[in-house]
């Protein structure tokens, strides 16, 4: 960690992190930050894959830490730290869920939220891990359908812990990435849609079923018994223009979503963003016709999701590999 966590957790422009591999490879191959760490590791004799898990458990605990002041001045509503699991685990329910337990009981801190892909294997964990009072972000949906199954995994979970007379989650979060969805729906569609189009119309359409869950009367039990909403999260969008950056961050406002964004973003909203209010409410009927104009081209959303998520979970194994990698040569 460079320490910048800290300065803006200060300045108060975040309320929560999220700690992805990929940013903790780069530190190990600047060859700085986990020196010391590194080289104590070697000395004892540890492996590059328990080093790996050690360094990323160490830097949950600080962030978690770090941001223990906001979780509780908020009563938990913020203050989140999301931490990954093996991503060559997407597949493997046990084995997920096993992973899951093992962090919360390493980093033992309420403000975890474990990051679990909303593979039809993740969702048995996230219902496992909410169940057992665990905090998860479903990540790695990209279809109105997966984001439907990461809500019913969440509801589920919540009844076996009202069930069980446990007490219930302090949040939980599903992470939506529009902006991978609308790049790749933007290469099958040629120049025909504008960049963006796409990426609103699954907001607004997520959004919408967020909402109605949110009036079922299954919820409105879970919620008299203490649950609380599932948030919508939105990823950052990693654009390398700064007005583009500030602009896809802009178009998705709305109430009770979070947003991550990188350092980068953070700067281009705070010098180019215009926010102007509410974004998603009351525009299900664009977002609908909008996409089924996709789908009537010969573009299948939920078919396309799948390829998507499963890309994104390739190249986080192979991540995580180059991160083991370096660590051995580290050693």
Not at 21 to 32: F, M, N, P, S, Y
Not at 121 to 141: F, K, T
Request: net charge neutral; with cysteine; aromatic share 4%.
């Amino acid at each position: 960690m460079d320490g910048s966590l800290k300065r803006r957790v200060a300045e108060g422009q975040v309320s929560g992190a999220v700690l992805p591999l990929r940013e903790l490879g780069r530190e190990v191959r600047a060859g700085t930050v986990y020196r010391e760490q590194i080289e104590g590791l070697g000395a004892r004799g540890v492996g590059a894959e328990v080093a790996l898990r050690t360094l990323h458990r160490h830097d949950v605990r600080w962030a978690c830490d770090l941001l223990a002041a906001r979780f509780a001045s908020t009563q938990g509503e913020d203050g989140w730290v999301c931490a990954e699991l093996d991503p060559r685990l997407a597949d493997d329910a046990a084995g997920s869920l096993a992973e899951a337990r093992a962090l919360a009981g390493a980093v033992n801190l309420p403000n975890l939220l474990v990051t679990v892909p909303g593979t039809a294997a993740g969702m048995e964990v996230v219902s496992g891990c909410v169940a057992e009072g665990i905090g998860v972000n479903v990540s790695h949906l990209y279809s109105p359908r997966r984001y439907e199954s990461a809500v019913d995994a969440y509801f589920e979970g919540l009844e076996r812990a009202l069930a069980a007379g446990r007490s219930m989650v302090r949040c939980s979060v599903a992470s939506f990435g529009t902006a991978r969805m609308d790049a790749a729906l933007s290469e099958r569609q040629g120049a025909a849609v504008p960049p963006g189009r796409s990426a609103l119309a699954l907001a607004r359409a997520v959004y919408h079923l967020y909402e109605e869950r949110l009036g079922t009367s299954g919820w409105r039990r879970l919620r008299s018994a203490g649950a609380r909403p599932q948030r919508l999260l939105w990823p950052d969008a990693a654009e390398a223009d700064r007005t583009v950056a500030a602009r896809r961050v802009e178009d998705l406002v709305a109430w009770n979503t979070v947003q991550t964004m990188s350092a980068r973003t953070l700067d281009a909203v705070a010098q180019h963003g215009r926010l102007r209010g509410d974004t998603l409410s009351g525009e299900a009927a664009g977002a609908r016709e909008h996409l089924s104009e996709v789908r009537i081209g010969g573009v299948g959303i939920e078919e396309l999701a799948v390829e998507v998520a499963a890309t994104e979970l390739r190249e986080r194994a192979e991540d995580r590999a180059a991160v083991v990698g370096s660590l051995w040569e580290r050693r």
